[in-house]
Structures are given as structure tokens and as C-alpha cells.
């Protein structure tokens, strides 16, 4: 996951200043992700759970990036399209909310891992980590499609 983000990373950079940045926020975040999660190049020989200040700090990032997506970038990218080809975006009406729907889902982690600690809070984090992974994933290749959109029209 890291060495797709990594190209697609550097296939788009240049593009656009806030692109650039937010892309390189999604790098930081799947690092983040692949540390906590306890996958290559960060496992752990002893698989012991990330504590609660590395929870807190990946949800942190989590939010971050999603927000940074929802109430910027998306409409960046759709805006710079629109006005280069002076037409609507119609891959837009149909990207941006289906990765509006996995907004939920990580908000929802956010909301489970950084709230007060309770008993047995981190029974599921494996099963919640792998769960996220896959919607991060299937967000990242929506996202995916409206760059590739904006990047093509660039061409």
C-alpha cells in the first residue's frame, strides 16, 4: 500500500501546491497506519499493541487527512478541472460521495480509539486495524480517480 502511495505520490507532484501537500499527508498517515498496525518495515518482534499515545496520534492524523480531503482538496480538484475544460466534472458527483461514505468509518475508529480508555478497548484494534486498512484503501483509489482525472487534463 505504502509503494502505491509512493508513486502515485511522485506520478502527481507539481500538480498543484495543496496537492502535493495532502498527498504527502496520506504518506505520513499510511506510515503512521503501517507502525501501529505492526506491519513491514515497523513489526515488532514481541506483536505488542501501540500504546494509547501512538493511537491517539495516528486518529489524530486520520482526521486530519480526511478533513483535509472532504472541506478542501476534492473541490480543488474538481474546481481546477471544471475551469481548464469548462465543463462539469461528472466523475465528481459520483467519487466524492462514495468517499464521503467512508468518512463514517473512519471517524468512527477515531471516535472508539480516542475516547476515554475503558476496559478491554483494544480487544478489537487488530481486527478494527485491518477493517480500516481495507476503507483506507478503497478511499485512496477513489481519490485516486480524481486525480488521474485532473492529471490527464493537464497532459
Not at 28 to 52: G, M, V
Amino acid at each position: 500500500m505504502t509503494d502505491h502511495a509512493n508513486h502515485k505520490q511522485h506520478k502527481w507532484s507539481g500538480l498543484n501546491q495543496h496537492i502535493d501537500r495532502w498527498l504527502e499527508h496520506r504518506g505520513k498517515l499510511l506510515a503512521h497506519y503501517c507502525k501501529i498496525a505492526n506491519l513491514p518495515p515497523f513489526e515488532h518482534q514481541n506483536n505488542s499493541l501501540p500504546s494509547a499515545e501512538e493511537i491517539n496520534a495516528f486518529c489524530g492524523d486520520l482526521v486530519d487527512y480526511v478533513s483535509e480531503g472532504h472541506f478542501e482538496i476534492y473541490e480543488e480538484i474538481i474546481t481546477a478541472y471544471e475551469e481548464e475544460h469548462r465543463e462539469r466534472m461528472e466523475l465528481g458527483k459520483y467519487v466524492v460521495p462514495a468517499i464521503n461514505d467512508t468518512t463514517d468509518e473512519a471517524l468512527n475508529f477515531h471516535d472508539k480509539y480516542t475516547i476515554e480508555e475503558k476496559p478491554n478497548a483494544l480487544d478489537k484494534l487488530d481486527e478494527d486495524l485491518c477493517n480500516l486498512g481495507e476503507l483506507m484503501e478503497k478511499r485512496f483509489e477513489l481519490e485516486d480517480l480524481l486525480l488521474e482525472k485532473l492529471h490527464s487534463s493537464h497532459k
